[in-house]
């Protein structure tokens, strides 16, 4: 993603250097050495000498992989050095996992115990046989999401499988504690069939309040998600699809201000066709967009395109009213706004160049966007992309914590486009009249107000809707008193 | 399972006193209301007065469910009180659940971010794709269990279903914790059909690094455990099967030397063959006993028993080598040792009487015992029960904690009988011979050793048995750091 030194790809290269053969000037050489290799050196360490050894562990930031490897080498080049062990903070934060499950209640003696496990668990069992709906009440049910994956699609990385993406679904977990104090833990199957992965969770469900889906290649996705929703009493949300979707039209809604242009107006092209770019169609139609014009990797989709798949039918129906044909590069000419969650580098500036006054650019492909958004942004009046490193960073984390915990805190079953189009609102409106410009139409993900604003509007679409459980259906007191004796 | 006052049946009950009607003496006459009725008022606190009123919030300790009814009734029955709010104790430490899931590591700004999640993640999880078994390195599955149920066997309470199982399944990932430093997550499926079972836990199994099954109903619990042995690579442990045959070991180990025999002379009654009955077998034949009688609701278990089903062949083939017939009461006398996981009050203090002299007699039906403890101490030396009311508590918060500790430790891929009697042999140690008498053959619960000690124990088995999972292949190390550049 980043192609700059970036502290996410730290590493801490021990280096012994032979004074005999290396001389006075071995430290500064080695400095050097990074830097002459594009790195940065963070920190320079001896923590070891002797009057011909030095011991010295060089910390240095690296673009990517391969660049760290280079700056090793680099390293291992200078005259009388040799590579010891390298780690890297990014590793060495991931050791032993990111989350944990720790006990609520104290356990300090056989009263506690006998609370909280048997005899006196049984009663509380006893109590859900009666009214299953106080598992919101007595177990964590309330508050627990799954993160399930089959690790079909982890990051941008591709079909990886259910142990490579683990470390994805932990850090999923730990954001969705850390910003909306949701406990979620990770599911990852150990199986791509369709049938499996929708019979699992729905046996797996009984604890969980909302199932967070993620990192599924589509148009599997599609399926597993519609089946869910369909057997299942709680809400089902794809992150990649509904997340994206939501940040996006938040960020639209932004952007549109600052251009001073209307939605239904505007004519949008969007490019690729994949779990996002379906998300975001419904949510841009939803609120109130006109005219979309969609294309993937076969050219501009419309309802003659020879060996148009299923999946792209209904798409086909819904976008591209005047029946437009071509390649991307011909739709984009006069249009407003282009999204892209699609492929690297297939625009260029001149491209960005053919399009409307005050264009919206939001180039979401990653790691690599579809155009370099400091090209376009010569062109275009707003720019947004997925990069950390530049100004509208399009990031899920800014949806999916407030959004389930509307969800949860309204102890919805469902979700419903509704909860997404007010999920975007409230997101768009965390950035007041005051903040807002063309580099600014997204809060930041540490804003304190994002998650809490989003959740607020995500609960109150529950309640309108009227889909949240009556988690209280016998007068039972929050704090966890009874009205009546006999429901001890 | 307690025939006292327990605080596990503690209730707070909100009584408003009409003073004009119940006169000066009112207080006084609640406390006796209670203990007339049995109970025991451990708090009384006057939360409101006003001149003619007072608002009394009276706690008190009761037998179980039906006596916290029969108390709040007796309070009702006091002129001039008019009862309120029933609140209770266990059921306000269950509020919410009982165990939560927290990040381990910051997430405070920007470069945290990108190191837990995107774009940092990406490369522990290409890390992963290169070498699966690094997942106990780097992901929460080194240290993490599923704790598995159908609820199909709930405490004692029969088959309930997956929801209110889920209580118990979270005291007992809290006691994992609380007692062993494990990650514990509770997985209440929704279906009871074997097939289902095995394969659900196969496809999410990839997460854990053990598999503790809890609370399903023999036959099915066998083949489950069976299937998923075969099927996994990680260890798969049934808690009411082997951690109760571990415990009932270890006090058995330690009762013996308290009277001076030893294991392969004493000849045995075991009562109940279903899921603690047969693995308790399993580690008694295993230990070195050879004089093993089982019944079961249909009397003494032999090869020529008419009807005898499919899963006893087995255990009629390894027991009752002489053949005997007849009823539980047949078989008692003379036996040295008694052992009931089976149906409350089946024998009496009479039928203890018959037993050798030196008679060990484990009562362990839950909540009433084959025979009154009390009585049966009358003729027997050493008497242990599941009550937490008496001495020698058979409880397997002294086995599963330690046990799995042990394998995980050890990165182990199974478990097997070695690494039970390990763990049996360990816990019965933890009572040093000074320590020892009739009144003390297993350590308390809470004993700071038990679960270190045990654990050790089951780790060495593991190493022994080359069952351990060879974690770290390619010489990385526990600190994160890698000994070879390349493998940044």
Known sequence: MASVPSISYSITIRVDVDL????????????????????????????ASEQEHLRIDVTCAATDTEHAGLLTEA???????????????????????????????????????????TPGVARVSLALVENPDDARRLTIKRNTVAVVTDGSAVLGLGNLGAIPALPVMEGKAALFKRFAGIDAFPICLDTQD???????????????????????????????ERRLRASLDIP?????????????????INALKVVGKDLPEVRIVLSGAGAAGMAILDVLLAAGARHVIASDKDGVIHRARPGLSPELVPL?????????????RDVLPGADVFIGVSAPNILTGDDIATMAAGAVVFALANPVPEVDPVAAAEHATVVASGRSDLPNQINNVLAFPGVFR????????????????????????????????????VPSVFHPDVASTVAAAVSKAVRDSGSSVASFPDGAQPDGTFPEPTQV
């Open 406 to 441: 509307g969800l949860l805190d309204a102890a919805s079953h469902t979700i419903t486009i509704e909860m997404l189009l007010a999920a975007a609102r409230a997101l768009a409106h965390v950035v007041t009249p005051d903040e807002l410009n063309a580099a600014y139409i």
């Open 20 to 47: 005999r053969v290396a001389g006075g000037s071995a430290v500064s050489r080695l400095t050097r050495a990074v830097e002459e290799s594009g790195g940065v050196v963070t920190a320079l360490d001896v923590t």
């Open 194 to 224: 369709v049938d499996e992965i929708v019979r699992t969770v729905e046996l797996i469900a009984p604890v969980f309040a909302g199932i967070n889906l993620e990192d599924i290649s589509a148009p599997r996705c599609f399926e597993i």
């Open 75 to 117: 390293l291992a080049a200078v005259e009388g050095v040799t590579i010891g062990k390298v780690s890297d903070r990014t590793f060495l934060v991931h050791l032993g996992g990111k989350i944990e499950i720790n006990p609520k209640v104290p356990i300090r003696n056989r009263d506690d115990l006998s609370m909280i496990y």
């Open 316 to 328: 086909a129906e819904r976008t591209n009213a005047d029946g437009r044909t071509g390649v991307l």
């Open 236 to 252: 089902v949300f794809h992150d990649d699809q509904h997340g994206t979707a939501i940040v996006v039209l938040a960020a639209l």
